[in-house]
């Protein structure tokens, strides 16, 4: 082969390869056309959108929690703002790292790391987390001045709860904390059950979790608000773009008055129990005890795990909310209302004597009466005023349990009055009905006639909070109407001002005849003038009504009980009261746990709560104790006939 075909055959191969390359270079020109055309044309919306959002910002502001204050105005829950320095894990490359260098700047205890590492724990990380709240302006100047060495970490302005009066009412008020995966299932439930309210949670990391905090959440949180912010690559702000302001949560004015409650609370001292107060007139709670109490300041921030830890392996509960929670056999402060029930139901006149020997007997036992040898002569009247056991052992023999339970159920006892906070307890009205449900096996589901015997004073299976025994006599001294209790009086919107009454109309009328109203509430006065409460309610300068009750924790067959050693066997100590006699305005029932006599310990303080309310008149410190009246006996004096297998005398229902 010469030179020159050489060259050609070379030229031929350089002009396929150029022909190659052109036609590669054309497809590779076409298609990335192609592309272009469809990211232009067709998803030009779609890259449009997502730029722009890469430009803003949308970011959530939280609504101003809504106030509440007492009947007065005097604050009991409200809000502060403060700085709070917080960490996004997932913007974060060493979490442990970067704590230990932000520690060098301000001053991270071990509490706030354990609290950190808790909340790590529940939350998103894609969620900041807060590793210190309330900020210093120092410390707030320090870390802005750092803030381009700590990716993910950011000083925020938080609203924090603040609960002026500390552990006042705690268990009504309730306390916010951060919400959990349990919190948001409830938020979506509510917010499906009515899709036109307006239930926002963005940007909120708290939420109520008792009392009327979880009660009236969606009006004290509010309507969460938005800015639009143009942002820069690095992502810094570099303008609003538009506001929408939050709205804040609507304000709560309570029925409670925060001086009575001050004053009850202190008259507990160091006793365990329970108070309800209400006007029987509109079912508004005047003050409502649970003792002992909880700060719940303490929870603001997230609680501590040592503080934690102490509320809750405390044997004395200080989280329970004995006055609606827990129920107790109510001992003789039930007397009254089966003397009530005799009358309404024809089965008794207020002349009915009989002759109390000390004792009844029945089914081949014997039932002692609390005074040794009797009362002599009994009439209705008498029975109330001295307490007698043994007008009612005869009594509920003769009435019944199906017309004992009917009666007791129609005026509000073992069931739930309806208050508007969490947590309520049904309590236990005993029927054959209920023990059957109750009870597994065929043997104790049988209900015992003698059974009815314990029932009748009280004892043996009965079991209702303080605040049904404040209810059910509040209802008869109303003459039947029946108003649920509750804690709001008035909400306030917040957007326009309207106040909304709450809780005022009457839910149901009872067929209650005036007269034998009118004859319990002489004979409740005669206990405070010349019975069992006599000494409590020496020298009053009000008339008033009331009822002692000693409710048995635990049968010592006969032997006497009060005195006993061991503070937790002891007797519950019972006393409802109402004053005044002609037009009552309060109505108080009171529980010492284990305070042994009704008259030695829960009527000091029933006297204590009157005499404020009435003639504040404020003692300032604990009731004394009282001497228990030489009428008031000692109800372990009657065991019941069957045992109560399952549950004990005393019926905590948590």
């Avoid at 004015?253 to 009850?264: S, V």
């Avoid at 129990?273 to 003050?287: I, K």
């Avoid at 609390?370 to 003769?398: E, F, P, Q, R, W």
């Amino acid at each position: 082969m010469n030179d020159f075909q050489y060259s050609q055959q070379e030229l031929a191969q350089f002009r396929r390869r150029v022909l190659f390359a052109a036609l590669v270079v054309l497809v590779l020109s076409g298609a990335l056309f192609a592309r272009l055309v469809h990211l232009q044309v067709f998803l030009h919306e779609y890259y449009s959108t997502r730029a722009e959002s890469n430009r803003i910002s949308l970011s959530p502001i939280t609504p101003n929690r809504g106030n509440i204050t007492d009947r007065k105005g005097v604050i009991l829950a409200r809000n502060y703002s403060a700085f709070t320095l917080e960490i996004t894990p997932d913007q974060t490359r060493n979490l442990d790292a970067t704590i230990d260098a932000l520690a060098e700047l301000i001053d991270i205890q071990a509490k706030d790391r354990r609290r950190f590492k808790r909340l790590l724990d529940e939350a998103k990380t894609f969620e900041s987390i807060p590793i210190r709240t309330r900020l210093t302006d120092e410390e707030v100047a320090r870390f802005t001045a750092r803030r381009y060495l700590f990716p993910g970490v950011d000083v925020k302005a938080r609203l924090f709860r603040q609960y002026p009066e500390g552990a006042l009412a705690a268990h009504a008020i309730g306390y916010i904390s951060r919400i959990n995966d349990d919190d948001l299932a409830w938020i979506e439930q509510e917010a499906a059950k009515d899709l036109e309210r307006n239930i926002n949670y963005k940007g909120t990391s708290l939420i109520g979790k008792i009392g009327l905090e979880k009660q009236y959440e969606f009006e004290l949180h509010g309507t969460t608000g938005y800015e639009q912010i143009e942002v820069d690559a690095a992502g810094r702000a570099v303008r609003v773009l538009s506001h929408t302001a939050p709205i804040s949560g609507n304000n709560l004015a309570l029925t409670l008055d925060a001086a009575l409650q001050k004053t009850a609370e202190a008259a507990f001292g160091q006793r365990r129990g329970a108070l309800a107060a209400l006007d029987p007139n509109n079912g508004a709670v005047l003050a409502l005890v649970s003792n002992p109490a909880f700060d719940p300041n303490l929870f603001v921030d997230g609680i501590r795990f040592d503080d934690w830890d102490e509320l809750n392996t405390n044997p004395d509960r200080p989280m329970l909310n004995r006055a609606i929670s827990s129920a107790y056999p109510p001992g003789s402060t039930f007397k009254p209302l089966m003397a009530l029930a005799a009358l309404s139901q024809g089965r008794r006149k207020t002349s009915h004597t009989i002759a109390d020997p000390g004792f009844f007997s029945f089914g081949g036992r014997v039932f002692m009466d609390d005074k040794a040898g009797g009362h002599g002569s009994v009439d209705m009247l008498k029975s109330i005023i001295v307490s007698c056991n043994t007008y009612y052992y005869h009594l509920a023999n003769d009435l019944g349990i199906e017309a004992i339970a009917r009666f007791m159920g129609e005026i509000g006892l073992g069931a739930r009055t309806g208050i508007d906070i969490p947590g309520e307890a049904e309590g236990v009205l005993p029927s054959p009905e209920w023990k059957a449900r109750r009870f597994k096996s065929r043997e104790n589901q049988k209900w015992y006639a003698g059974e009815t015997i314990s029932v009748g004073i009280g004892q043996g299976y009965n079991a209702y909070t303080p605040l049904q025994m404040a209810h059910a006599l509040a209802n008869v001294l109303n003459h039947g109407r029946v108003f649920s209790p509750h804690l709001v009086d008035t909400v306030t919107e917040s957007a326009t001002g309207a106040a909304r009454k709450m809780g005022a109309q009457p839910v149901r009328q009872l067929p209650l005849d005036p007269e034998h109203v009118d004859f319990i509430k002489r004979a409740m006065a005669g206990v405070n003038k010349e019975g069992t409460g006599a000494r409590a309610f020496a020298d009053a300068p009000y008339t008033s009504g009331g009822k002692t009750g000693t409710a048995q924790v635990y049968s010592l067959r006969g032997q006497r009980y009060a005195g006993q050693s061991k503070e937790r066997l002891r007797d519950h100590s019972w006393f409802v009261a109402f004053a005044p006699l002609e037009a009552p305005r309060i109505v108080v029932a009171v529980l010492v746990e284990n305070g042994g006599f009704g008259s030695q310990s829960a009527a000091p303080i029933a006297r204590q709560v009157l005499d404020y309310y009435l003639l504040g008149k404020d003692s300032g410190g604990p009731a004394p104790e009282g001497v228990a009246s030489a009428d008031e006996g000692n109800v372990d004096a009657a065991p019941p006939v069957i045992p109560l297998t399952g549950m004990s005398d005393h019926a905590v229902l948590p």
